[in-house]
């Protein structure tokens, strides 16, 4: 590869570009790579990152109330200052901005600032400049889509979210994925009044059907205004004030409108007109099972791609696709059924595996095991927060195939089970483990009444 600028030239410092160069400059590959806007892309700049610090902000509030029970007098109430939460949070992802650089450098990464343009199957431009590569890799991952409505431009996307002025004491969100969820969630839980619009009957669709519905009625609980088969009409700003013409006829006035309507693969000016790179129906890149796509010196990862927009996917397409193009090309295919995820509303959900509707089209019998409680701390918080919790069983193998949790801190909980569930664990290995008393997590291996077949 001696008569290339670079072995590797990677377009997107995100997740899964970053991964990529630092893994395959390890092997000893001379590695490129361009960004033009944050090191470290959606997930430490305007996603998992900042969510997260969001949603432990948003979480205080109602710890503050549910002491009480346990004794604790706070004397005058708490108040909330956003520009202390949005400040600190920049803070935080300037030093891991940092910490990303530092990883390049070290890594002999040369990183350049500025967007790359694919020239031809072997070169690329940035800042002007012409660069050849023996392989150059697409990863400038996913950009937030807004549907076509009237006032359209009033909307904010989940970029600009994380940084808004002033704290928006009425909030609403059109959508019912992952992103809609969480930020209605975080925003009831700040103490703004929160409205969730959504087109279909429940949301979050492709979860578990029990699970969703649990949610709904958590998030209600909690105070989240549901507005479920609806759409937005229009959006029109008086003053500071949007006015929300909903498709049932009603009206809202908020002060911070958001679309979480799903995310497109960010391939805006990177020059894919110049190369041959066949896309499906739904925008993403089409690749082999390599990670090439129909131009085979090009390559593409992470939520480029077809598979689940999730960062840790993208680091193990990352380093899977570092593996086939300059390692020894041993690392197994990545089983994407077993891929854990958590969502971050209020409570929180994980999951990991078949929903019981997909489980019922797998397998010709399946045995459910479903619980919901009211958690050990609640007994004293005063909170009506329940949590639930549920298996699903392949009969004939007794594998589970399915799990999933609703409820405080899902997600680390979850982990743990995704490994049984990976490892093709059966009921009886379940059933055979003991506990942890007293924790909720324990009731994933005391599950023994048959909820249904
Ligand atoms: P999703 O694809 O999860 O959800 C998009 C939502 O918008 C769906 O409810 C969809 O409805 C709705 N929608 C789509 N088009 C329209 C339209 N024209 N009008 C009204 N509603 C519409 O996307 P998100 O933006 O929530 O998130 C993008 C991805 O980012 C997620 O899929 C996830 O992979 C990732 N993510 C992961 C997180 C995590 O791991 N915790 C957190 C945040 C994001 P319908 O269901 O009817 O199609």
């Not at 996913?142 to 989940?158: A, T």
């Not at 994380?162 to 969100?173: A, N």
Request: charged content about 25%.
């Amino acid at each position: 590869m001696a008569d290339y600028d670079f072995d590797l030239f990677v377009i997107g410092a995100g997740s899964g570009g970053v991964r990529a160069g630092r893994m395959a400059a390890s092997h000893g590959a001379r590695v490129g790579m361009a960004e033009d806007r944050y090191l470290g892309g959606t997930c430490v700049n305007v996603g998992c990152v900042p969510k997260k610090l969001y949603s432990y902000a948003a979480h205080f509030h109602e710890c503050f109330t549910e002491s009480a029970g346990f004794g604790w007098q706070l004397g005058q109430a708490p108040t909330f200052s956003w520009s202390t939460l949005r400040d600190n949070k920049k803070a935080e992802i300037e030093r891991l901005n940092g910490i990303y650089r530092r990883l390049l450098e070290n890594a002999n990464v040369t990183l350049f600032n500025g967007r790359a343009r694919i020239v031809d199957a072997q070169h690329v431009e940035v800042a002007g400049k012409r660069y050849s590569a023996a392989k150059i890799l697409l990863a400038t991952g996913g950009w937030p889509w807004i549907p076509d409505i009237p006032g359209k431009e009033h909307f904010l996307d989940s970029n600009a979210i994380f940084d808004l002025e002033r704290f928006p004491k009425r909030f609403l969100v059109l959508g019912g994925g992952y992103i809609a969820v969480e930020f209605a969630s975080i925003f009831n839980g700040l103490g703004a009044d929160s409205h969730l619009v959504y087109r279909g009957s429940l949301f979050l669709r492709g979860f578990d059907r029990e699970v969703r519905e649990f949610t709904h009625d958590e998030m209600l609980k909690k105070g989240v205004n549901l507005h479920f088969e609806t759409t937005i009409e229009r959006i029109e700003k008086q003053g500071e004030v949007y006015h929300v013409h909903l498709s049932n006829g009603e009206q809202l006035e908020v002060d911070a409108v958001m679309a979480a309507t799903g995310r497109r693969p960010n391939l805006d000016n990177v020059g894919l007109e110049n190369v041959s790179v066949e896309q499906e129906i739904n925008g993403k890149i089409r690749i082999d099972d390599r990670y090439q796509t129909t131009t085979p010196s090009i390559l593409a990862l992470g939520d480029l791609i077809d598979g689940p927009e999730l960062t840790p996917v993208a680091l193990a397409e990352a380093m899977r696709l570092v593996d086939c193009h300059f390692g020894k090309g041993e690392a197994a295919p990545i089983d994407y059924e077993t891929v854990a995820t958590a969502v971050f509303c209020h409570p929180n959900i994980g999951t990991v595996g078949l929903s019981e509707e997909m489980a019922r089209k797998r397998f010709e019998r399946i045995r459910v095991y479903s619980t919901t409680f009211r958690p050990m701390k609640h007994t004293l918080s005063g909170s009506e927060e329940r949590s639930m919790m549920k298996l699903i069983v392949d009969d004939a193998s007794d594998r589970v195939v399915g799990a999933h949790m609703v409820g405080e801190d899902a997600g680390e909980l979850i982990q743990g089970i995704a490994i049984a569930i990976r490892a093709q664990l059966t009921k009886a290995d379940f059933d055979a483990t003991i506990g942890i008393h007293p924790t909720s997590a324990e009731e994933f291996v005391t599950m023994r009444e048959i909820t249904r077949h």
